[in-house]
């Protein structure tokens, strides 16, 4: 499989996740700590399968990769499960997507970075879709914008950590599924941390723990599709491609929960707007 198919699946695989958390949410509910656990646990095990198949596992260098994983997904995954449960999954999806934008702010505030005309008018274009979605007139009565609000703080969160993985490990040999399979093992501490001080009951029923897995294996294999995606070509042709994964989001929306989601015209300009952005701002960053 090429790196254009492979950036897709990657895409495509990561914006199914929002969708599988709405089916996840239905009654018996869990909290949303206990689901991120539960979901974290199926991607570390996908990662660390596909860690032992890489080869070269190694306990050396790994210190950046696990303070990343603490941020993110840790801290972010809480965020990003209460977000799509107030937002709903197709308003989570674009919000994620402005990720983009954040990961520039950080890196030109925290990290004296300056970016040129490009990466400029690539965050006008992710603000503007941030902008239609909030403009939105009419939304379904379960959307609020507090999830939208808490959708945008997850986003923050993976851009914080990827603009600490760059400048923290810009050299390393670390293989690619050691390092992603660390960082969720750092992330699966900091919300086993949270759920034992929230106290929160662990559901073991086989049908609830099913439902939070499937979100989780999503993201351990879209992790393991862009790996291997930039493994096989360019970040100029891969990342404009995973920047698709809002728009994946929201047209899975639309096809699996149509009823509830309620996705129209604003939404889908506004994840146009959103991919359009965080496309151009990859590709010259």
């Keep these: 499989m090429d790196a254009v198919a492979l950036a897709f699946t990657s895409a495509a695989l990561f914006g199914a996740m929002p969708v599988a958390v709405r089916f996840a949410l239905v009654p018996?509910?869990?909290?949303?700590a206990v689901g991120a656990l539960l979901m974290q646990t199926a991607t570390l095990?996908?990662?660390?399968?596909?860690?032992?198949?890489?080869?070269?596992?190694?306990?050396?260098?790994?210190?950046p990769f696990l303070l990343a994983g603490a941020i993110a997904p840790g801290i972010s995954n809480l965020f990003i499960t209460v977000g799509i449960r107030e937002a709903g999954s197709s308003r989570a999806s674009v919000a994620f997507g402005?990720?983009?934008?954040?990961?520039?702010?950080?890196?030109?505030?925290?990290?004296?970075?300056?970016?040129?005309?490009?990466?400029?008018?690539?965050?006008?274009?992710?603000?503007?879709g941030g902008i239609a979605l909030a403009l939105e007139p009419e939304r379904p009565h379960h959307v609020r914008s507090i999830g939208?609000?808490?959708?945008?703080?997850?986003?923050a969160l993976f851009a914080l950590r990827d603009n600490l993985v760059r400048h923290l490990s810009l050299e390393t040999e670390v293989p690619s599924m050691t390092a992603g399979a660390a960082m969720l093992a750092a992330?699966?501490?900091?919300?086993?941390?949270?759920?034992?001080?929230?106290?929160?009951?662990?559901?073991?029923?086989?049908?609830?723990?099913?439902?939070?897995?499937?979100?989780?294996a999503f993201v351990g294999?879209?992790?393991i599709a862009l790996f291997e995606a930039f493994y096989r070509g360019t970040v100029s042709v891969v990342a404009p491609i995973v920047a698709t994964e809002s728009l994946f989001g929201v047209v899975f929306s639309w096809l699996l929960l149509r009823r509830s989601e309620r996705v129209g015209p604003r939404v889908v300009v506004g994840a146009a707007l959103v991919v359009a952005g965080g496309a151009l701002i990859a590709i010259v960053r």
């Excluded at 018996?28 to 949303?32: D, G, I, L, N, Q």
């Excluded at 095990?45 to 260098?61: F, M, P, R």
């Excluded at 990720?99 to 008018?121: D, N, S, Y």
């Excluded at 759920?195 to 989780?216: D, E, I, Y």
């Design 221 to 223: 294999l879209s992790y």
């Design 28 to 32: 018996p509910r869990v909290p949303a």
């Design 45 to 63: 095990l996908v990662l660390c399968v596909a860690a032992a198949i890489q080869g070269g596992v190694t306990l050396g260098g790994l210190l």
């Design 148 to 155: 939208i609000a808490i959708a945008l703080a997850g986003a």
């Design 98 to 128: 402005m990720a983009p934008l954040f990961a520039v702010t950080i890196a030109v505030v925290g990290f004296g970075e300056r970016p040129g005309p490009a990466v400029l008018v690539g965050a006008l274009l992710v603000v503007a």
């Design 187 to 216: 992330s699966l501490v900091v919300t086993s941390l949270v759920v034992a001080v929230r106290r929160n009951r662990v559901v073991w029923a086989p049908t609830v723990v099913a439902r939070w897995l499937l979100p989780g």
